[in-house]
């Protein structure tokens, strides 16, 4: 009764309540995989109920074998009961914990694979865009070329209209000569004829003169006709020479038209050229950006690698 009253008493007492209460605990938080601690502090207090029971009992050997037969397997039990559901609960962590390293892995290899592969489609537009870069080059620098050939063409349409308007005015001049040799022609066919008529008044003695003014006359008429015909062709070649420097005129106005848009399109060439270079840049930019996702997953990947490989030698050691 001594014994049953004293301080060993109830702190085998306690001991064996707080075993019971870390049970409890045991089973409410078997399935909370997140509450190892919990489980580390019950089976702490399994040990110590041990320890303590232990102690007491050895203490007072001559205490009922009834009270010592039952706080021993109590310790025990509950202690392999802590220490079963707790390498459990550790375990299931580790599968969970796997999981996770497997599924990370599984994310950095796509996410290596997609940088890898959007590294190559960002070379391939690169390229793309360096080719785009260079053809719009040469063909800025052919239309560049065009733009001066066309300048030359109508500089020299111009220098033609110029003479064209030169030989124009000139030829009007020769026809107005024309007209005045015509009309003098005519005045010297009118002479001749009043110079035969008196030459016929006289007789015998103007004989000589009425043959004179009879060839003069001849001479006049052949003027007036040679003249004449030469006088409508200088009017048909004035109206060529009209109808060319119209027809220049309109070419002239056709290739200022294409200079202009020729000008336009070198301009435009230019622009595009620039917009592909600083596609080129940003494409190279993204191919940079890639290239160092792709190392920061290859990295990752080497990272979980490792972490398997000790959660494997952990797991195999168990």
Known sequence: MQFLMSTEFMIVL????????????????????????????????????????????????DFSFTVASFLIPLGLGSTVYGIYYTVKFI?????????IINSSQKVSIN????????????????ASAEEIASTTQEVSIGTQGQVKQLSDINQAAEEISSYAESVKSSSAEIRKIMEIIIKIAEQTNLLALNASIEAGRAGEHGRGFAVVADE????AE??????????????????????????ISKIHVDIEGALAAGEETSSAMEEISS???????????????????????????????????????????K
Do not use: P
Not at 53 to 60: C, L, R
């Open 111 to 126: 996410v290596a694979n997609m940088a890898t592969e959007l590294a190559a489609s960002a070379s391939e537009v690169n």
């Open 14 to 61: 306690l001991s064996v309540t707080l075993g019971i209460m870390a049970l409890g605990f045991l089973f409410y938080l078997e399935r909370d995989f997140k509450s190892i601690e919990f489980r580390v502090a019950c089976l702490i207090i399994l040990i110590v109920e041990i320890f303590v029971t232990i102690t007491i009992i050895s203490a007072h050997f």
């Open 275 to 317: 917009s592909a270079e600083e596609q080129t840049a940003s494409m190279e930019e993204i191919v940079a950006t890639a290239n160092r996702l792709g190392e920061e997953a290859e990295s990752l990947k080497t990272t979980l690698g490792e972490k398997e490989t000790k959660q494997r030698k952990i797991l195999s050691s």
């Open 91 to 99: 375990k299931k962590n580790r599968l969970k914990l796997q999981n």
């Open 216 to 219: 003069v006359r001849k001479l």
């Open 222 to 247: 052949e003027s007036k006709t040679t003249v004449g015909n030469s006088s409508n062709k200088i009017i048909e070649i004035i109206n060529r020479i009209e109808a060319t420097v119209g027809l």
